[in-house]
């Protein structure tokens, strides 16, 4: 079992609480200014833009603030010219991690990640020092409650999925990045609702961490998806999901 879900569906659990205080909504804006100005601002020829839009929509953004963030996007209206970067490194217990920021100020940005991978026994590392063990794919997961392993394989496999496993209690899905959207469309349209939804980095292998290492990796992802230049964090570190559990309950 990988440690990719467990920690992903803990994570976007709490995200109701990062909702409220506006993070998850500044991270959307952020994503879909920088999909409008790289690919423009039609959804159905600008992939990018079309999950970012739904992305905002799941979380219940209004249609006026996704609409402003595309034209600050495209120019039609003043805003910030944000940067991308992806920053690799190492975190406590040799975890190899790859965080995504999007930011207007790269050098302040670059000296406070170094700051809290170093503050929760981590470092940064050269690029591309990691960035070989982890392959782009769409990631899904689905609660095992809301489907059958045979009804759910045949679903994602029509509309593009290339793998399906048991997790626990959960199913992962992973597909092409590009097919992602089609294969989430064809879960809702047999009324499964993912619990997540995403392109992420997927590691090809895992890090098994417990006790004070697996405390550290906890506190500094949370800082990490905390930041508000992060857009996402990925990271191959594998903990038991009774210990997950505990940590996260107690942070």
């Not at 909702?19 to 992939?47: C, H, M, Q, Y």
């Not at 999950?51 to 603030?65: C, G, H, L, S, V």
């Not at 690029?127 to 990631?139: I, L």
Request: hydrophobic residues 40%; contains cysteine.
């Amino acid at each position: 079992m990988s440690g990719h879900s467990k920690w992903a569906t803990i994570k976007h659990k709490k995200g109701a609480a990062d909702a409220r205080r506006g993070k998850v909504f500044t991270k959307l804006i952020k994503e879909i200014t920088v999909a409008a100005r790289i690919g423009g601002s039609d959804p159905d020829g600008n992939p990018r833009l079309r999950a970012a839009i739904n992305a905002a929509k799941a979380e219940n953004m209004p249609a006026d603030n996704i609409k402003r963030a595309i034209q600050k996007g495209t120019g039609e209206l003043p805003g910030t010219v944000y940067e991308e970067a992806v920053y690799e490194g190492y975190g406590p217990g040799g975890a190899a991690m790859m965080v995504e920021i999007a930011t207007d100020k790269k050098n302040r940005t670059i000296s406070e990640i170094r700051h809290i991978f170093g503050k929760h026994g981590g470092n940064l590392g050269e690029s591309g020092c990691v960035a070989w063990m982890f392959s782009k794919k769409g990631y899904i997961v689905v609660e095992k409650a809301k489907a059958s392993e045979e009804a759910l394989l045949d679903l994602v496999t029509e509309a593009g999925a290339d793998d399906l496993v048991d997790d626990g209690t959960n199913w992962e899905i992973m597909a092409p990045a590009d097919k992602l959207q089609q294969v989430v469309e064809r879960l809702k349209s047999a009324n499964i609702e993912p619990s997540v939804a995403e392109v992420s980095m997927i590691p090809q292998t895992y890090v098994k961490l417990t006790g004070r290492p697996a405390d550290q990796m906890l506190r500094l992802v949370e800082e990490l998806e905390d930041h508000e230049d992060v857009q996402h964090v990925h990271a191959n570190f594998d903990i038991e999901e009774a210990e997950l559990q505990t940590l996260s309950q107690a942070q």
